[in-house]
Nanobody
C-alpha cells in the first residue's frame, strides 16, 4: 500500500550529491524499520539500504553504495533520509522508500508500505 512520500530526486552530474527524504502523514516512522530501494528501467527493484526502528538505528548497505550513501532518521520530523554522495551514472533509477513492522530485509516483498518513488538521474 502507498503510505509514504519520497522527495529530493533530480538531475546531477557524476560525482555530485543528493539527499532524498521519506515521510508519511499516516505512519509513525519511528515504529518501523525503513528501507530504500531503487529500480532502473528494465531491471528488478534493488535493495539499497535499511535502518532499524530500534534505538541507535542499526544500518545496512548494499555493497554498491557502501561508503557513498548514508541512511538516517529524524523521528521528531517523522522523516528518513538518504544522503547520496559521489554519485555515478549507474545510480540512475527511481528510488523508493519502504517500511516494515518486521525485521528489515533486503527483499522488496518483505516490506509492508511503499512510496511512489522519486527519480534520480546521474549524468556522465
Amino acid at each position: 500500500q502507498l503510505q509514504l512520500v519520497e522527495s529530493g530526486g533530480g538531475l546531477v552530474q557524476a560525482g555530485g550529491s543528493l539527499r532524498l527524504s521519506c515521510t508519511s502523514s499516516r505512519l509513525r516512522i519511528s515504529t518501523y524499520a525503513m528501507g530504500w530501494f531503487r529500480q532502473a528501467p528494465g531491471k528488478e527493484r534493488e535493495f539499497v539500504t535499511y535502518i532499524t526502528s530500534w534505538s541507535g538505528g542499526s544500518t545496512y548497505y548494499a555493497d554498491s553504495v557502501k561508503g557513498r550513501f548514508t541512511i538516517s532518521r529524524d523521528n521528531t520530523k517523522n522523516t528518513v533520509y538518504l544522503q547520496m554522495n559521489s554519485l555515478k551514472p549507474e545510480d540512475t533509477a527511481v528510488y523508493y522508500c519502504a517500511a516494515t513492522g518486521d525485521s528489515p530485509r533486503v527483499v522488496p516483498a518483505t516490506y509492508d508500505y511503499w512510496g511512489q518513488g522519486t527519480q534520480v538521474t546521474v549524468s556522465s
